[in-house]
Structures are given as structure tokens and as C-alpha cells.
């Protein structure tokens, strides 16, 4: 999911997204409030909007296909990696795996800013 990939045009990439986002963008709500940091409104809006899509577009997604478990099974999926992403980020010992730990769990929610308008 690059800033070059095209937007999703069937109702499972679509379900995929906003799933994947909504998991990552949860663990990063949970982990700040975790460790007593402030959780910015717009992370905090941007993960109930994803909720929303997601809820919005699993039924076309199941008609089209998708079993309906399969988009919770994106998001714990997504949730659980930017977890250990933030957790090596904030509280590994080697400074270089933080490091590279920070930068892909940037990355990752930066993929998702893309599907939302501003």
C-alpha cells in the first residue's frame, strides 16, 4: 500500500484498507494511552473514521465474496503489528532497532492518510 498504488477498486481491497488502517491507527490510540502520552483529536478521528468505512463497505464485500471474518481477521492482523512496532520503538534497548522500529510505524500510518480527505 505505496503512495503509487492506486485507490482499492473492489469491495475486498476496500474492506482490506480500511480494516488495516483501523488496526493500526487502534493500536496507536491504545499504546499512547498505555503509556500516559496524548493521543493527537485527528489520530483519534482518522481511527473512527476508518471504523466507519469499514462497517460501511463489509456488506458489499461479503456479497462480493469475502467471508466475514476475514476483515477481523485484517485488523487484529494490522493492530498486533503496529503494536510490537511501537512497543521495539519506544522500549527496545538497541538504539537502531528503535530507530527503525519509529520509522515503520510512521510509515505504516502514513500509508493510511491517503484514503482520507484532509
Same mark, same amino acid.
Given at each position: 500500500?505505496?503512495?503509487?498504488?492506486?485507490?482499492?477498486?473492489?469491495?475486498?481491497?476496500?474492506?482490506?484498507?480500511?480494516? +488495516?488502517?483501523?488496526?493500526?491507527?487502534?493500536?496507536?490510540?491504545? $499504546?499512547?494511552? +498505555?503509556?500516559?502520552?496524548?493521543?493527537?483529536?485527528?489520530?483519534?478521528?482518522?481511527?473512527?473514521?476508518?471504523?466507519?468505512?469499514?462497517?460501511? +463497505?463489509?456488506?458489499?464485500?461479503?456479497?462480493?465474496? &469475502?467471508?466475514?471474518?476475514?476483515?477481523?481477521?485484517?485488523?487484529? $492482523?494490522?493492530?498486533?503489528?503496529?503494536?510490537?512496532?511501537?512497543?521495539?520503538?519506544?522500549?527496545?534497548?538497541?538504539?537502531?532497532?528503535?530507530?527503525?522500529?519509529?520509522?515503520?510505524?510512521?510509515?505504516?500510518?502514513?500509508?493510511?492518510?491517503?484514503? &482520507?480527505?484532509?
Amino acid at each position: 500500500m505505496g503512495s503509487t498504488q492506486p485507490w482499492p477498486t473492489s469491495p475486498s481491497e476496500r474492506v482490506q484498507v480500511f480494516a +488495516t488502517c483501523a488496526g493500526r491507527l487502534s493500536a496507536f490510540v491504545d $499504546h499512547q494511552r +498505555t503509556i500516559g502520552g496524548q493521543v493527537p483529536e485527528q489520530l483519534e478521528t482518522q481511527r473512527g473514521d476508518f471504523e466507519a468505512l469499514l462497517t460501511a +463497505t463489509i456488506p458489499d464485500a461479503v456479497d462480493y465474496g &469475502l467471508p466475514q471474518a476475514q476483515a477481523m481477521n485484517w485488523q487484529i $492482523h494490522a493492530k498486533l503489528a503496529q503494536s510490537r512496532l511501537l512497543m521495539r520503538a519506544d522500549f527496545y534497548d538497541d538504539a537502531v532497532i528503535k530507530a527503525k522500529a519509529r520509522e515503520a510505524a510512521d510509515a505504516f500510518l502514513r500509508e493510511c492518510d491517503r484514503f &482520507l480527505l484532509g
